[in-house]
């Protein structure tokens, strides 16, 4: 069970400061939704331990998450700017999800294949970032997210400025991960990507 406990941040300056408070459990899908500037990124971003806040606790199993880094938070995050290393090419980029150290395993790079067959993107395993449409770097980067197999994926705005058939692709990507028990905390302003993706809805 994923636990955010009366979380409350503002940036410097704010005068009034936001509380959030939900919990959702394994395999479930939680929509954050409000309006532009109503704090959606700014949770995940607390959640993802990228900010820090001024009270309040997250839980993961019951075990407090307040103290623990970035890097060893039982989730990965899927956010609007990509982050896609632009020197490495997409297999590197998926398998650095995989192994920091790319360590890749022949089945590593067996799964990454599949993977990029699901979303349409055989054969574009050499290229750089670069070359790539914006698209298709959503495309990586929510797959590099989901081979990472955390517990938790945070998503903001996994699937804008998609084409319909990529984002049903991927909302069928993302059903497949909650079938599995990824626990989903999705940042949408997409009425269809709510209803079909999300169990309940967190109301900023
Ligand atoms: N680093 C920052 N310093 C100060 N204020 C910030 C900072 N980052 C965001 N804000 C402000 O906090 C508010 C919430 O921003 P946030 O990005 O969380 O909203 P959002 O709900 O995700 O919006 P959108 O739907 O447009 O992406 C906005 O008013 C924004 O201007």
Not at 54 to 75: A, F, K, V
């Given at each position: 069970?994923?636990?955010?406990?009366?979380?409350?941040?503002?940036?410097?300056?704010?005068?009034?400061?936001?509380?959030?408070?939900?919990?959702?459990?394994?395999?479930?899908?939680?929509?954050?939704?409000?309006?532009?500037?109503?704090g959606?990124?700014?949770?995940?971003?607390?959640?993802?331990?990228?900010?820090?806040?001024?009270?309040?606790?997250?839980?993961?199993?019951?075990?407090?998450?307040?103290?623990?880094?970035?890097?060893?938070?039982?989730?990965?995050?899927?956010?609007?700017?990509?982050?896609?290393?632009?020197?490495?090419?997409?297999?590197?980029?998926?398998?650095?999800?995989?192994?920091?150290?790319l360590?890749?395993?022949?089945?590593?790079?067996?799964?990454?294949?599949?993977?990029?067959?699901?979303?349409?993107?055989?054969g574009?395993?050499?290229?750089?970032?670069?070359?790539?449409?914006?698209?298709?770097?959503?495309?990586?980067?929510?797959?590099?997210?989901?081979?990472?197999?955390?517990?938790?994926?945070?998503?903001?705005?996994?699937?804008?400025?998609?084409?319909?058939?990529?984002?049903?692709?991927?909302?069928?990507?993302?059903?497949?991960?909650?079938?599995?028990?990824?626990?989903?905390v999705?940042?949408?302003?997409?009425?269809?990507?709510?209803?079909?993706?999300?169990?309940?809805?967190?109301?900023?």
């Open positions: 069970m994923l636990e955010v406990k009366n979380l409350v941040f503002a940036y410097s300056g704010q005068t009034d400061p936001w509380s959030f408070q939900f919990a959702a459990a394994p395999g479930q899908c939680i929509a954050i939704h409000g309006a532009s500037g109503s959606k990124s700014t949770l995940l971003n607390l959640l993802a331990g990228f900010l820090e806040p001024r009270s309040g606790d997250i839980l993961w199993q019951q075990e407090s998450l307040r103290n623990c880094p970035p890097w060893h938070r039982p989730m990965t995050s899927v956010f609007q700017e990509h982050n896609l290393f632009e020197h490495l090419n997409v297999e590197t980029n998926i398998g650095l999800g995989i192994h920091p150290g360590k890749l395993t022949p089945q590593d790079r067996q799964a990454i294949r599949e993977a990029l067959q699901s979303v349409g993107l055989e574009f395993s050499k290229r750089l970032p670069g070359d790539l449409s914006g698209g298709q770097r959503q495309r990586v980067a929510l797959l590099r997210a989901i081979l990472r197999r955390q517990p938790i994926l945070l998503l903001d705005e996994p699937l804008t400025g998609l084409d319909r058939e990529a984002r049903d692709t991927l909302r069928q990507l993302l059903l497949e991960q909650k079938a599995k028990g990824v626990l989903m999705l940042a949408s302003h997409d009425e269809d990507d709510r209803r079909i993706l999300a169990d309940s809805t967190y109301n900023l």
